[in-house]
């Protein structure tokens, strides 16, 4: 939900222009076999993997508060449209908040491992993942940490380098390796799924100028936004290449002018100190709408 500071002129525009892109892309859905419409007994034709920012964390909507998931969640909006539009089909949401490659094998707290949900009959899978791999909440709370010692230099860029190797490049490197075999899983469990990786949205501003209202230092802004381009670039490595099969949904792109810096009615990405009904360094719902659109884009895209 976007914060209480933005008008409801602007909250309805938002949503029926989202509204509109999304019913339009869900008329191609790929949930079912195109001769028959999934029913309860066919097993789920959509699956939804992924972390907090997959679970839609923050958003009005709980439909499981210990995942913290929404139903204003990119995955929920698919699945909402695409009924909306008269595509029957079964909808099994594992996302949670702090999940990692981990909890795609493990469980997380009395939640099952993610990868049950797969069966051979899943049509459809979208998967984002990879976030909580590199730490990035951790790294957050680092950046903000460590500011106070030179706000006009790069200190949170200094912590994660100090040893004349980046430890976030590292950790971004073994996180896709995991990814790799997180795809290679999929395809072996639901063979005739669309499988659609859905990278981050843009958290910083793509100029790297930060803003004083984000307890970042001026300089690590560029470092952070550098950080997000190549956990970005190693899920789109790993969405084409060979013998995995998928595709990469780019929300990136979508989100650059909304980020945690812009006015409160121009973000899609809260700030640390977000709006009601919105989670800190998250999509907001105008946010998610543009996930949602950014994955449709690739769910119909021959």
């Given at each position: 939900?976007?914060?209480?500071?933005?008008?409801?002129?602007?909250?309805?525009?938002?949503?029926?222009?989202?509204?509109?892109?999304?019913?339009?892309?869900?008329?191609?859905?790929?949930?079912?076999?195109p001769?028959?419409?999934?029913?309860?007994t066919?097993?789920?034709?959509?699956?939804?993997?992924?972390?907090?920012?997959?679970?839609?964390?923050?958003?009005?909507?709980?439909?499981?508060?210990?995942?913290?998931?929404?139903?204003?969640?990119?995955p929920?909006?698919?699945?909402?449209?695409?009924?909306?539009?008269?595509?029957?089909?079964?909808?099994?949401?594992?996302?949670?908040?702090?999940?990692?490659?981990?909890?795609?094998?493990?469980?997380?707290?009395?939640?099952?491992?993610?990868?049950?949900?797969?069966?051979?009959?899943?049509?459809?899978?979208?998967?984002?993942?990879?976030?909580?791999?590199?730490?990035?909440?951790?790294?957050?709370?680092?950046?903000?940490?460590?500011?106070?010692?030179?706000r006009?230099?790069?200190?949170?860029?200094?912590?994660?380098?100090?040893?004349?190797?980046?430890?976030?490049?590292?950790?971004?490197?073994?996180?896709?390796?995991?990814?790799?075999?997180?795809?290679?899983?999929?395809?072996?469990?639901?063979?005739?799924?669309?499988?659609?990786?859905?990278?981050y949205?843009?958290?910083?501003?793509?100029?790297?100028?930060?803003?004083?209202?984000?307890?970042?230092?001026?300089?690590?802004?560029?470092?952070?936004?550098?950080?997000t381009?190549?956990?970005?670039?190693?899920?789109?490595?790993?969405?084409?290449?060979?013998?995995?099969?998928?595709s990469?949904?780019?929300?990136?792109?979508?989100?650059?002018?909304?980020?945690?810096?812009?006015?409160?009615?121009?973000?899609?990405?809260?700030?640390?100190?977000?709006?009601?009904?919105?989670?800190?360094?998250?999509?907001?719902?105008?946010?998610?709408?543009?996930?949602?659109?950014?994955?449709?884009?690739?769910?119909?895209k021959p």
């Open positions: 939900m976007i914060g209480s500071n933005s008008s409801p002129d602007r909250q309805s525009r938002t949503r029926r222009a989202a509204a509109g892109a999304l019913a339009a892309s869900a008329v191609v859905l790929t949930l079912s076999a001769t028959a419409a999934a029913t309860s066919d097993g789920p034709a959509y699956v939804a993997l992924g972390d907090s920012y997959a679970s839609g964390a923050g958003l009005a909507g709980v439909k499981d508060k210990e995942c913290d998931r929404t139903t204003g969640s990119y929920s909006l698919i699945s909402e449209f695409a009924t909306s539009v008269g595509r029957n089909h079964t909808f099994d949401d594992v996302t949670c908040s702090g999940a990692t490659t981990n909890n795609y094998w493990n469980p997380r707290g009395s939640k099952a491992p993610q990868a049950d949900a797969l069966i051979p009959r899943t049509r459809l899978v979208t998967l984002t993942m990879g976030g909580n791999d590199v730490g990035f909440s951790g790294v957050l709370a680092t950046c903000a940490r460590v500011a106070a010692t030179d006009d230099g790069t200190p949170c860029k200094q912590y994660f380098t100090a040893d004349g190797k980046d430890v976030l490049a590292d950790r971004v490197a073994t996180m896709e390796g995991r990814v790799h075999d997180v795809l290679a899983d999929i395809r072996r469990r639901s063979p005739h799924a669309k499988v659609i990786v859905v990278g949205p843009a958290l910083f501003p793509d100029n790297g100028v930060g803003c004083a209202e984000v307890p970042f230092a001026k300089g690590d802004f560029a470092y952070l936004r550098d950080t381009k190549q956990a970005n670039a190693a899920l789109r490595r790993q969405a084409t290449a060979e013998g995995v099969h998928a990469y949904a780019d929300t990136y792109t979508a989100t650059v002018g909304h980020d945690m810096c812009r006015p409160r009615e121009e973000r899609w990405v809260e700030s640390l100190t977000p709006a009601a009904n919105t989670a800190a360094a998250h999509p907001n719902e105008s946010g998610q709408f543009a996930m949602a659109i950014a994955t449709l884009r690739q769910i119909y």
